[in-house]
């Protein structure tokens, strides 16, 4: 008989495999196995190859993997979960394929080119307590990445781990370390606002299917929005307040990294008609409870609930703030429940900026309009959906499509001559049509309904640098990042064009070069100010990149696309940095 060697040595052991595997296989076999084995072959396989590791094994939905580095494990860990995230985006949440992950660092043995010891097994009861989508890891992991990678974790303290016979402290990854980007607000030990302020986390959804998540998110974004009505309070944008969802977070660092100092939490669970909302409100600084409430109502009572949620909420805060001290307009719902419901499930498409989820957000609506055809909300975010449509390119910019957002827009107004993106909505058309007052005028309105919304914050940036005062502008796209903090870089495009047009091309390549991304417009924009700059070869290089992104790229095309500008000397500036990067006429 051939003694078979058995060798030993360091390894970081990866254990992966997917949450929810036996629900997706029984509701969807054929399409989840054919789209999990598409995700190995485009995503983790090429990442594990990529960071020196390799695949031991694979067992239906679990992979087995080795690296030589627990910095090369950990970094292919962050990106197999942000790369899957990234997929995931537009599939609906009953459908998604996620993966848990836990990584150790331990001596191996080896034999047949697989894995044995009691590090694997360590790997795999890491995994185990891994959310969804996430990554624990050993303290040994911890000590050997040390400072080296831009990631954070939580520490979860010494846990009690199946069929170990010692407690193992494991380590939770949290995401990045925000790095000098675009904003610095994300920073340790931002200054707090000079008003109360705080951040709505998403909801949790308490019901057993993964599709009600709509509800709860459509729940705290109503909340949100009537809470920035408020100009006494500073309330965080739900784009990055929502970045938060299904994490296990520590109040202190929410509200560090938000730069707030109240935090509000809940859950929703509907059934049989009924509806219950559970919220409270935390001091971060002290961690005491403000407040807390269960609502038990019928689901036709579902917006007195938000009402007197938001309302608890400002009776709390320092000051007592007096909510008769804002002249409000009341807020126009529906007494359809089926229309609110087709609403929620709109805005929920809508959030997730894809081709597809745009068209499932369009038939939400006008399925909500059908249930209520007097509801304000549903014809504004209609409207807006086909403009995010014209926006992103997912349809062909048409004069036929340009009207019908108009028209949309305009039935909402009637409607309800109060409703915040009706004005919000109007204020973008009447700019890219170059009527400078009229923008102006709903801009004016929507920020009195709304002064909080970074949308329409950034707005008056934008609408400031296109009138020709770029200086103003500034701090008002500042401010809308720091609303905003986790989604700045969506206005980093609008603090470049008002750097660009303020004299100040070098402080708008640092930004745009702190905020990568593979887009014409980015290169555009890095072509402009580096020609401005007198950074003749940077420019042209920067140039080549857009037109190869987006060939049919001119001066003349950027003119008729691009925001409009109100002084000659405005747009013969940008004219002849693009000229002198090498864009043709």
Not at 50 to 78: N, W
Not at 155 to 166: I, Y
Not at 274 to 284: T, Y
Request: aromatic residues 6%; charged residues 25%; contains cysteine.
């Amino acid at each position: 008989m051939v003694e078979v060697r058995r060798q030993r040595r360091l390894a970081a052991i990866l254990v992966a495999d997917v949450a929810g595997y036996s629900r997706l296989m029984a509701a969807h076999e054929e399409g989840t196995l054919t789209t999990l084995q598409e995700h190995i072959r485009a995503l983790i396989q090429p990442l594990i190859a990529r960071f020196g590791g390799r695949i031991v094994k694979t067992t239906g939905d679990g992979i087995l993997a080795e690296f030589a580095s627990a910095v090369a494990a950990v970094e292919c860990a962050v990106g197999w979960q942000e790369g899957m995230a990234e997929r995931n985006r537009g599939t609906t949440p009953e459908r998604r394929i996620e993966f848990r992950i836990g990584l150790h660092v331990d001596d191996v043995m080896v034999e047949a080119d697989d894995l044995y010891g009691d590090g694997v097994n360590l790997a795999a009861r890491l995994q185990q307590q891994a959310p969804p989508g996430g990554l624990c890891v050993s303290d040994d992991v911890i000590r050997q990445i040390g400072r080296r990678l831009d990631v954070r974790f939580a520490d979860l303290g010494a846990v009690e781990l199946k069929n170990l016979p010692e407690q193992v402290r494991v380590w939770r990854w949290e995401g990045r370390v925000p790095t000098e980007a675009v904003v610095a607000s994300t920073r340790p030990g931002v200054a707090l606002p000079d008003k109360p302020s705080l951040a709505v986390l998403p909801f949790n959804n308490m019901n057993d299917t993964a599709a009600d998540v709509y509800f709860a998110d459509g729940i705290a974004e109503d909340i949100i929005t009537e809470l920035s009505r408020y100009p006494d309070l500073f309330v965080i944008a739900r784009n990055s307040s929502f970045t938060y969802r299904d994490k296990a977070v520590r109040v202190t660092d929410v509200a560090r990294e938000l730069g707030v100092q109240y935090l509000l939490e809940g859950s929703v669970r509907r059934a049989a008609g009924q509806v219950r909302i559970s919220a409270q409100l935390i001091d971060a600084r002290s961690g005491n409870h403000l407040w807390a409430q269960r609502y038990d109502r019928s689901l036709a009572d579902v917006f007195a609930v938000q009402d007197e949620v938001t309302a608890s909420i400002v009776a709390v805060l320092p000051g007592r703030i007096e909510a008769a001290a804002l002249e409000r307009a009341s807020r126009k719902t529906s007494n359809s429940l089926e229309a609110y419901d087709c609403l929620l499930r709109g805005k929920f498409c809508h959030h997730l900026e894809n081709a597809e989820a745009n068209r499932e957000a369009e038939a939400y609506f006008d399925e909500s309009i059908k249930h209520d055809p007097h509801f304000a909300s549903a014809w504004a975010w209609k409207s807006c959906t086909l403009g995010q449509a014209w926006n992103a390119e997912f349809r062909p910019r048409t004069p036929e499509l340009f009207q019908q957002i108009n028209q949309l827009v305009e039935t909402a107004a009637r409607l309800d001559e109060n409703d915040t993106e009706c004005h919000r909505i109007m204020c973008r058309i009447a700019l890219i049509q170059g009527h400078f007052a009229k923008s102006e005028h709903h801009l004016e309105r929507a920020l009195a309904l709304n002064p909080n919304d970074p949308r329409l914050v950034v707005q008056r940036g934008i609408n400031l640098t296109c009138l020709g005062d770029p200086d103003a502008a500034i701090p008002w796209i500042q401010r809308a990042m720091r609303i905003d903090p986790f989604s700045a870089s969506r206005y980093y495009l609008d603090l470049v064009r008002a750097l660009f047009m303020a004299g100040r091309p070098t402080e708008a390549i640092a930004v745009l070069e702190r905020t990568t991304r593979e887009h014409h417009d980015h290169y555009l924009w890095l072509a402009a100010c580096h020609a401005a700059a007198g950074n003749d070869a940077t420019a042209h290089e920067a140039a080549r990149k857009a037109i190869a992104l987006r060939s049919d790229l001119s001066v003349a095309a950027i003119f008729g696309r691009g925001p409009p500008w109100k002084r000659a000397e405005d747009k013969t500036r940008l004219a002849d940095a693009l000229l002198q990067a090498g864009l043709p006429n």
